[in-house]
């Protein structure tokens, strides 16, 4: 069935520094790409997606790359804050259903001061 | 735009009993709603498709008769866990899908924690 890998499980980085998140899908029908942060306690946020027909797309500190190829997308965030500290999850749109996506298993990163 | 939200956002109840969540869209109508559920630690696994108007479509392994879903108007899905156990103690959230926008971005409610006794 499909499959959404995601790496690492947990990540701590210094502040003001940057964090990157790898998700690999199995699906190759997969055309949708949502990232979603989820802080303690609360229902996961939409930080940013990314459609298949686009490679990279941006939003302030925000990043995230698409390799339909390779079937793997990755979040960046640079210059990190106190704030960004979370667990962030990756999810990929379930073959050809335009609405359920799958999720990895999530990532805890965690900024020092 | 796109705010979901959930009611309770806590609930114990006692072994055998049932309990209902609620999901609402507030600002936005949702053909379609999805609920999770995560356990601790863990990712959220999806337990069924919500359309309004509609039968629930739910996922490989979940109870539909456990997990009884009712998406009665545009605004409101419902999830019901019957005669609920221990083992069903986890976080249940909802998301939801506006039919005038994007068709695949999923907007989440901000769960439910759920303590059986």
């Known amino acids: 069935g499909e499959n959404v890998e995601q790496h690492p499980s947990t990540l701590s980085v210094q502040e003001g520094d940057s964090a990157v998140i790898k998700c690999t899908y199995s699906?190759?029908?997969?055309?949708?790409f949502p990232w979603y942060k989820q802080e303690l306690g609360k229902g996961p946020q939409l930080i940013i997606d990314?459609?298949?027909?686009?490679g990279e797309k941006k939003d302030q500190r925000i990043a995230v790359t698409l390799n339909k190829t390779a079937k793997h997308f990755s979040l960046h965030i640079t210059e990190t804050q106190p704030e960004d500290s979370a667990v962030y999850f990756c999810a990929a749109s379930m073959g050809s259903s335009a609405s359920k996506i799958i999720f990895g298993s999530g990532t805890r990163l965690s900024i020092r001061p | 735009g796109a705010v979901v939200s959930q009611h309770p956002s806590r609930v114990i109840c006692k072994s055998g009993t049932s309990v209902k969540i609620e999901c609402r869209s507030l600002d936005f109508q949702a053909t379609t709603m999805f609920w999770y559920r995560q356990f601790p630690k863990q990712s959220l696994m999806l337990m069924a498709t919500?359309?309004?108007?509609?039968?629930?479509?739910?996922e490989q392994g979940v109870e539909k008769d456990k997990f009884l879903i009712n998406h009665a108007s545009l605004t409101l899905s419902t999830l019901t866990v019957t005669s609920a156990h221990p083992e069903d103690s986890s976080f249940y959230i909802c998301s939801a899908i506006s039919g005038g926008g994007r068709t695949d971005t999923q907007y989440f409610g901000p769960g439910t924690r759920l303590t059986v006794l």
């Open positions: 990314i459609r298949s027909n686009v």
């Open positions: 919500s359309n309004e108007g509609s039968k629930a479509t739910y």
């Open positions: 699906d190759s029908a997969s055309n949708y």
